[in-house]
């Protein structure tokens, strides 16, 4: 049961693809392992409790993604994973630098990793501009890719619009070719079924808390974990491929939160496509005039995101307001690339949005604990939202 406090957190929360509260059984797997203080590393029985935790954790990843638990390792989260995949996969590659690529709507942590070895290394990038609708698309990406590629890294759902990429259908092709494939599967764990092992991919990276479970825990999936070069060096843990001794409380929370999305990942996603489809609804009848950036075909987007512009208005305003008059919480871009500047969104210039329409978008993504009454408060306050603005003189 959660408490009343969080209940009235969670009404207004509009920004799940930022981050997700903790679920009450994470909460609870977190809690039993303040009693396995061991070290995990350590010889004695006792310490046995702890290895248990990862153990347990490895296997509901796994089954989450379709994977062999020996193929999970974990990682601080979707940052470092990302840097890792990439690292892995290119510092073989330094003397003799090839193709890489990718898509120019990456998340940061992707995009500045390439960035860094570009510019000390010398390797090529080719980055495929998405469609107007936010996905990249195969055929272009397949016939970009030279003799010489050693990697493609294309994202499995954008985090600003909820864009799907065709990263299965690339992934498969490049199977037997022997260029290595990564995808940041951060924002789609959770909302969409995953199997990396049918899929083909090389490289996966998650986050716990994208699914309601704990910051600063995260995972790589690796289909051949002899590919892995380690960003960290120390005592051996995972396997000698990342050291440091491990988070317990982080893992113990993601095994819980990784079990949940077995059992009520589709219950999740079909209503979040409901309240998706009635919050537009709602918006057309209150005659406001909206335009959403990118698909709502549940086929090509994820079913919690919804890009949208309010014609006219500046989001920003619109985002104050919100806060101010009820604790409504929206985003603006993505959160972990806004750091306080205020930058148009990459992924939004990508989709070729003017500077002015960029300025008129907001992200709303809803999760497991939107309710119907949540969506109609949030639709009341932007109403009067822009009638405020509209009734300003300027
Ligand atoms: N990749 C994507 C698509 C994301 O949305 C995020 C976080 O917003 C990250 C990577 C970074 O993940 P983390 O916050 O776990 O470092």
């Known amino acids: 049961m959660l408490s009343a406090y ?3 957190c969670y009404e207004n929360y509009f920004d799940y693809n930022a981050t997700t509260p903790i679920s009450v059984s994470c909460r609870n797997g977190i809690s039993r392992a303040f009693d396995f203080f061991e070290n995990p590393s350590s010889r004695h029985r006792r310490s046995g409790k702890a290895r248990e935790i990862i153990r347990l954790a490895k296997k509901n990843m796994a089954n989450v993604l379709g994977a062999d638990p020996s193929n999970i390792f ?3 989260g979707g940052t470092e994973s990302n840097n890792w995949a990439i690292h892995s996969a290119l510092s073989k590659y330094t003397n003799n630098p090839g193709q890489i690529i990718s898509s120019s709507i990456e998340h940061p942590s992707v995009l500045s990793v390439l960035q860094w070895y570009c510019e000390r290394f010398g390797f090529e990038v080719t980055l495929i501009e998405p469609t107007r609708e936010g996905s990249v698309q195969v ?10 590629c050693q990697l493609v890294t294309i994202m499995a759902a954008n985090n600003e619009t909820g864009a799907l990429q065709p ?3 690339i992934s498969k092709f490049l199977d037997s070719k022997g260029v290595a494939v990564h995808t940041d599967g951060v924002q789609i764990v959770g909302k969409r079924q995953i199997d990396v092992t049918k899929s083909k ?9 994208k699914f309601y479970g704990p910051k600063g825990i995260g995972g790589l999936y690796c289909k051949n ?8 060096l120390g005592g ?9 001794t491990e988070n317990i409380l982080g893992i113990s929370g993601l095994a819980e939160a990784a079990a949940e999305c077995l059992e ?4 999740w996603q079909n209503n979040s496509n409901n309240h998706k489809k009635y919050l537009l609804d709602r918006l057309t009848a209150s005659n406001i005039e909206f335009k959403v950036n990118g698909s709502i075909c549940p086929t090509k987007t994820l079913t919690n995101t919804i890009n949208i512009q309010f014609i006219g208005y500046r989001a920003e305003a619109l985002a104050f307001f919100l806060e101010h008059d009820s604790n409504h919480v929206v985003s603006l871009g993505s959160a972990c690339s806004n750091n306080g500047n205020k930058i148009l969104s990459h992924v939004l210039k990508a989709m070729k949005l003017t500077d002015k329409q960029c300025q008129s978008s907001m992200r709303i993504s809803i999760g497991r604990y939107t309710s119907r009454r949540s969506v109609d408060n949030l639709v009341d306050t932007l109403k009067k939202a822009l009638n405020h603005l509209a009734s300003v003189d300027l």
Do not use: K, W
Request: charge should be negative; charged fraction near 25%.
């Open 236 to 244: 051996g843990q995972e396997d000698g491929f990342r050291s440091g």
């Open 6 to 8: 969080l209940e009235s």
């Open 139 to 148: 055929d272009e990406v397949l016939s970009s890719v030279q003799d010489n």
């Open 225 to 232: 974990p002899e590919t892995l070069v380690p960003l960290i």
């Open 167 to 169: 990263i299965d259908e």
């Open 201 to 209: 991919f090389d490289y996966f990276s998650f986050s716990a808390h």
């Open 264 to 267: 009520s990942g589709e219950t």
């Open 74 to 76: 974990f990682t601080s």
